[in-house]
């Protein structure tokens, strides 16, 4: 079993930055063989995909909706996974959640994943 928990949300105005944090822990647990995604939920809507990335690191994910504005990364040593969120919109507002694929890809599909935290309010401002 393996247990996640997000860091970083908050309250910003919108252009502003956001770094969510992911750590990831428990037995057995072979983070660095794990694929890793970022996903949210905003209110009244269906949860969509963010980001992800592969276990080598070395393939990445988008949504067409914050391609170039944010950037998904990882630390094997630390069992930790990050969002890099810059010129956040009021539309970014949502609960992100990290989640990870065992297989070690870097899935669009929620229904891939194998391991979710609670979630991280985002509030962007306008």
């Known amino acids: 079993q393996a247990q996640l928990v997000e860091s970083g949300g908050g309250l910003v105005q919108a252009g502003g930055s956001l770094r969510l944090s992911c750590a990831a822990s428990?037995?057995?647990?072979?983070?660095?063989?794990?694929?890793l995604g970022w996903f949210r939920q905003a209110p009244g809507k269906e949860r969509e995909f963010v980001a992800a990335?592969?276990?080598?690191?070395?393939?990445?994910n988008y949504a067409d909706s914050v391609k170039g504005r944010f950037t998904i990364s990882r630390d094997n040593a630390k069992n930790t996974m990050y969002l890099q969120m810059n010129s956040l919109k009021p539309e970014d507002t949502a609960v992100y959640s990290c989640?990870?694929?065992?297989?070690?890809?870097?899935?669009?599909?929620?229904?891939?994943?194998?391991?979710w935290g609670q979630g991280t309010q985002v509030t962007v401002s306008s």
């Open positions: 989640a990870v694929e065992k297989r070690g890809g870097s899935s669009r599909s929620a229904v891939d994943y194998d391991y």
């Open positions: 428990g037995r057995s647990f072979r983070f660095r063989y794990y694929g």
């Open positions: 990335i592969n276990w080598a690191g070395d393939g990445t």
